[in-house]
């Protein structure tokens, strides 16, 4: 593999892993809690969709990026109402959420844009640190990304460290693992949990709008394509734990960027062995085989006073 | 993931002397709801309601052969329906139909093709693939039980996971022609199987070629009487809700619910299988790329409608059956995207997912 060919396929592994980075670093918050959200799916699929639709509407791609921020707060709540309050199976109304915003947004695009669906939709601006950009061969296709990709691996620093170091990390992991204390000393388990699915919706927004204005800038029916639930995988294979929910990501985008370089160095694996690896790898980490798996105790559970 | 299996309760079937009306009504009230909210929809975007209804009735059973196609539907929804009723029972959830399609339209194809099925005579030139579809179908969710009684591991995550990996097994097949992909004769030969055999299609009902009916429907009918009676009167569906209803008590009482549980998610997964066969030799007659395109996930909603009992699972065949092939049409005739079809079923999901909190308060003992 040549250089060029190396620099090309660490940074679109970067750019094809980051969605999944986001949307599972924001569904790991609401498992901690207690929350599974198969939503994750229709979440970031309204980020996409409302980012790119605001965004051709003002003209502005900041605007659509807040835009799809506020669209995905009724999805989120919906999830969190049906599966908190209401106390309903969580991966039957997640999957039901996915396949009303599918079914939503494609209508809603067509309606929309129907004769202008060909007009180019602003895009997020590029950045690159200081310096970087300018690394011969290796700068421009590594570190000339979408802003966001730093923004995003910011905030991810952040959650770490506020799940890890501060009360509210506390509290969140708490009403996942023993959630009658945290019920005991005071806080509502309810608030919690609403809280923590709703961090899940801007997440999965955030990683729908690097989809649609960040990466192609465009939207196309179901254009999220079980990105979501790739990155549930991610949260899975990654045992719950931050760093390895990122490293596994990492090497779920790496997969999906071979599909697109092995054609092109000439190595024949099939195309669709590398699509399903990381469902595989991450069947495999369910089915216990690589030590144990350690999920919140009280993950799917709902909480009755 | 271990604890998960009693979260489901909520998707539990009701006891049998509790169900009835109520639940039926909420049911009901919930498809209601969901298609006034489609209609609401029809007419937010300026199209006009008649337009659109008479579109939608004319594809759903404007002619004999709209009403075939829109049974052919159904009975593909019915079959993974019976397969999620049938898991429900021992508090099972199977969310795998669409790989079990998947790897059933696989065997099937295999069969048929390759397998040199073509040359039986007559009952077994299409049966024998039927049977092969079935045998992987449960073959893939029996890896689901064997993972949940082995490792503890949450049906839900690992159906899930594997029809995914089934999905791009069907696309990697039909790319590969080692595998099921045709003969490429020229550069323009598609990435899809060879077309079976006529003598591996499902025999059609009539010889009227108007109504595309075919030997299907029976043997659909009689597998949900087998499985109606298999939960009602067996000593193996009496387990399967003793499982589903207190898994600790059940294994007290000398139960091997290791079992239990493999074979009950084998049968799911065979109905999904022979949903497949259904889908490849009654109707699409070669394999190709998104050969299960969501019926899965249709025959989990067909499933969850139903309540835990077969005929619910047959109304709400019947019910998504029309609903799909009225909601193309109306895509075609009225300009309607047939994606408000997925709104509406999207929205069946969640009102009945919501109402069981109120249909399960009423069985609750006071506190």
């Known amino acids: ?305 | 993931m271990s604890t998960g299996a009693a979260a489901i309760a909520s998707a539990a079937p009701l006891p049998a002397g509790r169900r009835g009306p109520p639940a039926l009504l909420i049911s009901a009230l919930a498809v209601l709801f969901a298609i006034g909210c489609g209609m609401a929809l029809v007419l937010a975007m300026g199209v006009r309601i008649g337009d659109a209804v008479a579109a939608f009735a004319e594809g759903a059973w404007g002619s004999p052969y709209a009403i075939a196609a829109s049974i052919n539907r159904a009975l593909a929804l019915g079959l993974v329906g019976l397969g999620f009723v049938l898991a429900q029972r021992a508090n099972l959830t199977n969310v795998g139909g669409e790989g079990q399609i998947a790897l059933g339209g696989i065997a099937a194809t295999a069969v048929s093709l390759y397998g040199g099925a073509a040359s039986l005579p007559a009952p077994w030139s299409f049966v024998l693939p039927m049977l092969a579809a079935a045998v992987a179908g449960g073959a893939w969710g029996g890896i689901a039980g064997v993972l949940k009684v082995k490792a503890g591991t949450n049906e839900v995550i690992s159906t899930l996971l594997l029809s995914f990996i089934a999905v791009w097994m069907v696309y990697g097949a039909v790319q590969s022609e080692a595998l099921l992909r045709q003969p490429m004769t020229t550069t323009a030969s598609l990435p899809e199987s060879s077309e079976i055999p006529d003598a591996t299609k499902l025999p059609p009902l009539s010889a009227d070629a108007d109504t595309p009916l075919h030997v299907g429907l029976p043997i659909a009918l009689a597998l949900a009487a087998v499985v109606a009676v298999v939960l009602g009167k067996t000593v193996f569906g009496v387990r399967l809700r003793a499982i589903g209803l207190n898994p600790v008590a059940a294994r007290r009482a000398g139960m091997r619910i290791g079992p239990a549980i493999v074979w009950v998610l084998f049968l799911a997964g065979a109905l999904g299988g022979l949903a497949g066969a259904f889908m490849l030799q009654g109707d699409q007659g070669s394999l190709k790329a998104r050969f299960s395109s969501g019926y899965g996930f249709d025959g989990l909603v067909v499933g969850l409608l139903a309540r835990g009992s077969v005929p619910g699972v047959v109304a709400s065949a019947v019910l998504f059956g029309f609903l799909r092939s009225g909601g193309i049409n109306m895509e075609l005739a009225a300009k309607v995207p047939s994606a408000l079809v997925l709104v509406i079923q999207g929205l069946i999901i969640l009102t009945l997912a919501g109402a069981a909190f109120w249909i399960d308060r009423r069985k609750e003992p006071a506190r």
């Not at chain 1, 003209?59 to 309050?85: C, D, E, R």
């Open chain 1, 1 to 305: 593999m040549s250089d060029e060919m190396l620099a090309v396929f660490i940074g679109s592994t970067l750019r094809l892993a980051m969605p999944l980075l986001i949307a599972a670093t924001g569904e790991l918050v609401s498992e901690k809690a207690g929350v599974l959200n198969m939503s994750v799916e229709g979440m970031m699929l309204t980020g996409a969709f409302a980012g790119a639709i605001g965004s051709w509407a003002t003209g502005n791609a900041m605007l659509g990026l807040a835009i799809g921020l506020v669209a995905v707060i009724p999805v989120a709540l919906l999830q969190a109402f049906l599966s908190v309050t209401l106390r309903a199976n969580q991966i039957v109304t997640g999957i039901g959420i996915n396949i009303l915003v599918l079914g939503a947004t494609t209508t809603a695009y067509r309606a929309i844009l129907g004769r202008h669906s060909r007009t180019p939709i602003p895009g997020l601006d590029r950045w690159s640190p200081p310096g970087l950009g300018d690394i011969p061969i290796y700068g421009e296709a590594i570190f000339r990304q979408t802003w966001l990709l730093y923004a995003a691996l910011v905030v991810i620093a952040i959650v770490a460290w506020v799940l890890r170091h501060t009360a509210i990390g506390l509290a969140v992991r708490a009403a996942g693992t023993e959630p009658r204390a945290v019920d005991k000393s005071g806080l509502s388990v309810t608030r919690v949990r609403y809280g923590a699915v709703l961090f899940t919706g801007f997440m999965s927004a955030l990683a729908g709008c690097f989809l649609s204005i960040g990466d192609i800038h465009t939207f196309t029916d179901g254009m999220t394509n079980g990105a979501g639930y790739l990155a549930l995988a991610a949260v899975i294979f990654g045992n719950w734990r931050i760093g390895r929910t990122v490293l596994a990501s990492l090497f779920f985008g790496a997969a999906t960027a071979l599909q697109f370089q092995l054609p092109a160095t000439g190595v024949n694996v099939p195309t669709a062995l590398l699509i399903m690896l990381p469902y595989l790898m991450a069947l495999i980490a369910v089915g216990g085989l690589v030590g144990r798996q350690t999920a919140p105790p009280y993950l799917t559970q709902a909480y009755v006073r």
